[in-house]
């Protein structure tokens, strides 16, 4: 499982209208209360509709310019921009049966004034090693086939800001702003540095697929009517490697390449083979390993070519193996699948990943935002319960009928469980619980079941990749008039205080962005859009607007 922090997208929502009537475990729809004690320490939320809240006038607002402002006017003196939700924007495609709303948002200062208008789809981070970052700017199209078609890539505080159009795609490489552009004839490749200055740009005719930079060289693949090659370039477009039919961008000093005949060896960046193409799968991890596997084994090695551990497989088994990793980048372990049955190892010594309390390897792995926050899984012998336990294989989890496990914070997992009691997919009897556990303390925290039909609860971390993130999302959705999106409406949990956040009520929409040294978080609520700081402090609120 891959995770190029890269970009790191603040995601768009789909916005929806607020629930009506009860969510979660409902024992009495018409109770009031908005949460009860059912005496095993978690609580079970029975959530009425939301309470209105006054109208705010926008004109209230601060702005920097005196006037709606839809694009972003370079300047020196704004200081961090962050993300603001101004409004909800509805489009539906041809096909009658779906239909969608979405936020659009705007770009303020730290202090509350508005820079941009609300025009933007997301506001998305391209990030450098450093730290730091440049904002990518989409905007949102008539349709949803122009959705985000144009966009500007623009410096953190504003002082810069680069606008491109056409079917384009904008990331980081070798710490540069990288962006691809594609039309019928040509593709283009153009690298910036982190203050928005061009420092290359070539083109190649079509049809060619290129690559991001990486370790200075740009991978350029044509595959049309029987024609197979492979060859990289600099980033000025000048061919340094060629002559072969099928290649992967280089880590470490390495790539993994073919020539006729099918087989997988690895190069070094002088086109010499480190490993001649003899192999039936080679892979190039970013933590610093490489794989080989023939028919028998999986040959684990480190950059320096030392072997570090030989794994027996049998490849007519249809076998396979990757170097799944954190949020941070491939490599943390090796994975096997061979006859069907998924192993996993630790590295850099290979050894098999077990359960302490049963003997039995782990078959699942739940992703954390670094390799101590990482867990795995197996079933014990009753073939429901499940034993969640760490590298080390000691027990943090026993959970019956487990089905996705995640991490929200450095001790806190949402987990999600499903039963069907007559192993029939039918929908009328199954129970589905998602709850979140403390597995320092082994405590409940909240506990949520699904028992009515046409409704869901989900729960996901505020700051997906961050390991500093404490804040749990929980979701409620009602599929009674939309069986596709359902209506939704959601709750901000704080995994330290033990609080919901700003306080117990529903709200519409709630998302963050991490600055670097600050957070800042967007809510919506009873028709008001407000702007905090990671404390919950208000900077600034405004009604939104919702346009056809």
């Not at 630790?346 to 867990?375: C, H, N, R």
Request: charge should be negative.
């Amino acid at each position: 499982m891959k995770h190029l922090r890269t970009v790191t997208a603040f995601i768009t929502a789909l916005i929806l209208l607020l629930l009506a009537g009860c969510v979660g475990n409902v024992d009495d729809p018409a109770k009031k209360t908005s949460k009860t004690d059912k005496g095993d320490g978690s609580l079970y939320f029975e959530l009425d509709k939301l309470p209105k809240l006054e109208p705010y006038n926008n004109k209230a607002v601060k702005r920097v310019n005196n006037e709606y402002t839809d694009k972003l006017k370079p300047g020196k003196n704004y200081g961090t921009l962050v993300p603001y939700v101004g409004k909800y924007k509805k489009y539906s495609s041809n096909e009658a049966s779906y239909s969608s709303e979405t936020a659009l948002y705007g770009l303020a200062t730290e202090d509350g004034r508005i820079v941009v208008d609300p025009v933007y789809a997301y506001v998305g981070k391209i990030e450098f090693k450093d730290g730091s970052y440049v904002l990518r700017l989409p905007y949102y199209g008539t349709n949803e086939e122009e959705y985000g078609e144009d966009f500007t890539v623009a410096a953190a505080d504003g002082s810069w800001a680069l606008d491109f159009n056409g079917d384009s795609y904008c990331t980081v490489g070798d710490d540069m702003i990288v962006v691809e552009e594609y039309d019928a004839d040509e593709a283009k490749m153009s690298y910036y540095d982190k203050n928005g200055k061009l420092i290359s740009s070539f083109s190649k005719p079509q049809p060619i697929s290129m690559s991001i930079v990486s370790e200075g060289l740009v991978l350029c693949s044509v595959y049309s009517e029987g024609k197979e090659e492979a060859y990289f370039t600099d980033i000025y477009g000048k061919t340094v490697l060629s002559g072969y039919t099928w290649a992967n961008s280089f880590y470490g000093g390495f790539a993994r390449a073919c020539k006729k005949g099918g087989k997988e060896g690895l190069i070094d960046k002088k086109g010499n083979w480190v490993f001649e193409p003899v192999y039936e799968s080679v892979t190039v991890a970013e933590k610093g390993y490489i794989g080989l596997m023939d028919r028998e084994k999986v040959y684990v090695y480190d950059f320096d070519i030392n072997l570090l551990a030989t794994i027996p497989i049998n490849y007519d088994n249809g076998t396979s193996f990757s170097f799944p990793g954190g949020y941070d980048g491939d490599g943390e372990y090796l994975c096997t699948n061979d006859s069907g049955e998924t192993l996993y190892y630790s590295l850099p010594g290979g050894k098999k990943i077990v359960s302490k309390e049963t003997g039995k390897p782990a078959s699942d792995i739940y992703f954390g935002p670094t390799k101590e926050q990482m867990l795995f899984s197996a079933e014990d012998e009753d073939g429901r319960t499940y034993i969640v336990f760490d590298e080390n294989g000691e027990t943090v989890l026993k959970i019956k009928d487990l089905t996705g496990l995640d991490r929200i914070s450095e001790n806190v997992v949402c987990a999600d469980t499903y039963y069907d009691p007559d192993n029939d997919y039918e929908t009328d009897d199954n129970v589905r619980t998602t709850f979140l556990y403390n597995v320092k303390t082994g405590k409940t925290i909240l506990k949520y079941k699904n028992e009515s039909k046409g409704k869901d609860t989900y729960i996901n971390s505020l700051l997906y990749d961050e390991p500093s993130n404490r804040f749990a999302q929980i979701n409620f959705y009602d599929y009674a008039t939309d069986e596709m999106n359902g209506e939704r409406t959601c709750l901000l949990y704080d995994t330290v205080s033990e609080k919901f956040m700003p306080d117990d009520r529903e709200l519409a929409y709630v998302n963050a962005f991490d600055t670097g040294e600050k957070v800042y978080i967007n809510i919506l609520r009873g028709g008001v859009s407000y702007l905090c700081d990671g404390e919950f402090k208000e900077i600034m609120r405004l009604h939104y607007t919702e346009t056809d």
